[in-house]
């Protein structure tokens, strides 16, 4: 294991930004990241999933520690349930296609979703109908201070929409070492309802869909909407859809009769971020090169040079507006580092 200094992150973080760490080290297994948490018990440190998640606006000045653990396997199986681990350095859409393979069920609707295996619990990422939390069993973390492992069950995670304990009371705590998931062998549980999935479906001609067929929609509808890092750097959605109440929404809604909504309960309604953005006439702009993707007005890119403090500026100008329009504040969902 080599500890790296003045390293640069452009190729560790999707928005592609430019970015150097002061230190950094890749954790290939447990042990090799027990020793490096052991070795440098008074560093500060900073751990790096898959970089999906995350815009960085200055250079990191500390041990930045990659999780690169590898390795899946089924763990346990009955008639009808088979249990799978993942460790948290695999690629997470690989994983999917690897468990979709072998014909179970739970996963598909989250097909292509960037980012690794370890840092889905953190904020329950979900997609078309399908949140992680229905699948998850329970994750292992070591615990930074200590190198103790320790398993949190489903509801220790404490998970919520974008939410979980790892964003709140075990925040920089631990480190995320692999994941165990409860997937069907038989009778899956095709969720079609989220309406884009099943009109990709119908321009498919499927009409009784199978695991991958569904996945298959979901990709198709995806790279429709939402560019690939790979060409295009983004970090997913930039911002969470806002949860307002009733209240307010019947107000805006109004004005807008035409804008989709969510009943969460009686008091609260959930309305799309990216309907509010591109009504406010972001979509698609683009300022320097930092912009708002026009395909999906939720996503912030960057065009090939820009720093993250730009990125940053046009959410801030972006938050703003939505808040003098509507009157809604929005909330970033990935971490501003
Ligand atoms: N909409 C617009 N303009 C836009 C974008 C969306 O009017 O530019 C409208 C759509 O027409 C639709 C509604 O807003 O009526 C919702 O849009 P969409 O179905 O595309 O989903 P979303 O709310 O924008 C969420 C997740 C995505 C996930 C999709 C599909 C959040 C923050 N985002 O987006 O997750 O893929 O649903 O389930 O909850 C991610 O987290 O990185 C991500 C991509």
Redesign the pocket.
């Given at each position: 294991m080599t500890i790296h200094s003045n390293f640069s992150l452009k190729k560790y973080n999707t928005f592609g930004i430019e970015a150097k760490a002061r230190q950094f080290v890749a954790a290939h297994s447990v042990d090799e990241l027990k020793t490096i948490l052991h070795e440098n018990k008074t560093e500060t440190k900073f751990i790096l999933g898959g970089g999906s998640n995350m815009l960085l606006t200055k250079n990191i000045d500390a041990l930045v520690i990659h999780i690169d653990l590898k390795g899946k396997k089924i763990i346990k199986e009955d008639d009808d349930f088979v249990w799978v681990k993942s460790m948290a350095g695999e690629n997470w859409h690989e994983f999917v296609l690897w468990t979709i393979d072998q014909n179970l069920g739970g996963l598909e609707n989250m097909s292509l979703?960037p980012g690794n295996v370890g840092t889905t619990p953190v904020q329950n990422?979900?997609?078309?109908?399908t949140e992680i939390k229905d699948t998850f069993v329970s994750c292992e973390a070591m615990t930074i201070a200590t190198q103790e492992m320790k398993t949190f069950s489903k509801e220790d995670c404490h998970f919520g929409y974008?939410e979980s304990v790892f964003k709140h009371e075990a925040k920089n705590q631990f480190i995320i070492t692999s994941v165990v998931f409860k997937l069907t062998k038989r009778n899956h549980k095709i969720n079609i309802s989220?309406g884009?999935i099943t009109k990709e479906l119908e321009k498919q001609n499927v009409i009784t869909p199978t695991l991958k067929d569904v996945s298959n929609a979901v990709i198709a509808i995806?790279q429709s909407?939402?560019p690939d890092p790979k060409e295009l750097g983004n970090s997913?959605?930039f911002?969470?859809?806002p949860i307002i109440s009733k209240v307010a929404f019947e107000k805006i809604h109004a004005l807008h009769p035409e804008m989709?909504h969510y009943v969460i309960s009686e008091t609260e309604v959930k309305v799309?971020?990216?309907?509010l953005?591109?009504k406010a006439g972001f979509?698609g702009k683009r300022f320097g090169d930092a912009g708002i993707h026009k395909n999906?007005?939720?996503v912030l890119v960057n065009y090939g040079k820009a720093t993250g403090q730009e990125i940053l500026n046009v959410s801030k100008d972006i938050q703003a507006t939505i808040l003098k329009e509507f009157g809604i504040a929005i909330e970033a969902?990935v971490n501003v580092i």
């Open positions: 979703i990422i979900g997609a078309y109908g974008r989220y884009d995806r909407k939402l997913g959605s911002f969470k859809n989709p799309p971020a990216g309907w953005i591109e979509k999906q007005a939720l969902e």
